[in-house]
């Protein structure tokens, strides 16, 4: 327990953006199709649609035992953790969307539901959907009770308010609809905020802090009270009118609802930036380097990012070239870096040109 006693020690540094050496540094194994991660998710493959009752935690403890024991193998700054399935699109599927399953892939199928039924959205406690993220939520509180390893059990991927609009109007009539039907649609987006609220309330009435604090499974983000991730993925294809109009609103309400927040951006969604730093209560940003980026491409936003005293985490493929790049444009305060590789020797040789370049 010392060694992760210390590495909360990084955390609250992270988050205080006290002077640092080096930025936070924890690098993600993984295979980009959640099918190979999850073998039990794996032997649904034949069915077309996911539903709740398909769903059994206690048969995803070997994939969950697999990659922790993998992922604790190396010697980097971050802590692990288990979440409910972060491939299973929860919050559409609790707000009404079928989720379909093909090939290597899950996802949330368009409900095309009326903007009339969505005036009454909302997410009633025997929600089956519901149901099942917080029994998977007790099954990991009780197995993190039950074990010799140390970890927090964290919150899973549940995606915002615009993506989760999309899913439910239809991605294309959704983007009509702002033209069309403003008030129906502002009705619209502040139901599904409201229901994501509930969703991530109850996340907290199950889940124990780790620690003091409380943690978010898919960065290995742990912070020192309670803290959530934020997304609106849909808004690289919305113009700044649109976002301040019907979405800025409903971000801001989440962001101020917890203490901490971090929000997951992709670069097709930068040339919104300005408009995300006016929440003052998103604490993080979280920044996907994606393959058609540069780390030079990156630099204006990430610069603008610390700028404004936010914290600061580059997540995606990244090599020693880009770590002099950050060393020498970005400040470590409150900086932490998450490569993605795909094997255990790439991540200890990335993990030794990290620390070289910060020698």
Known sequence: MTGI?????????????????????????????QFQRFKALAKLRDKKYLTPDLIKPELYLEDYENFYQQEIKLDDDLIRGFAPVPAIPWMEAILGCSVEISGDSIWAKEKNASLEELKDLSVTDDNKWLTKYLEFLEFLEKLRK?????????????????????????????????????ELTKKAVFNITQAILKVLKKHFEIVKPFLGGYFIEQYFMWAPDKIIRMQNDETGVYSPQIYNNFMQENDRLIATSFPYS??????????????????????????????????????????????????????????????????????????????????????????????????
């Open 146 to 182: 039950n074990t010799e390893e140390e970890y927090p059990v964290g919150l899973s991927i549940l995606r915002g308010v615009g993506d989760v609009f999309g899913a439910l109007r239809g991605h294309s009539q959704s983007l009509i609809d702002f033209l069309d039907e403003p």
């Open 5 to 33: 006693k210390k590495k909360i020690e990084g955390y609250k540094k992270y988050w205080q953006k006290t002077n640092v050496e080096r930025p936070l540094i924890g690098i993600e194994i993984r295979d980009y199709h």
């Open 262 to 359: 971090l929000i997951h951006l992709h670069t097709s969604s930068l040339f919104l930036l300005d408009n995300f730093l006016e929440i003052e209560k998103i604490d993080c940003f979280e920044i996907n380097k994606e393959l058609d980026w540069t780390i030079e491409d990156m630099l204006p936003y990430l610069k603008k990012v610390q700028d404004k005293n936010r914290c600061l985490f580059i997540r995606g493929s990244m090599d020693k070239g880009d770590f002099q790049k950050i060393k020498y444009n970005l400040s470590p305060n409150g900086l932490c870096l998450q490569p993605i590789v795909t094997t255990l020797k790439t991540a200890k040789d990335l993990l030794n040109s990290f620390k070289e370049s910060y020698n």
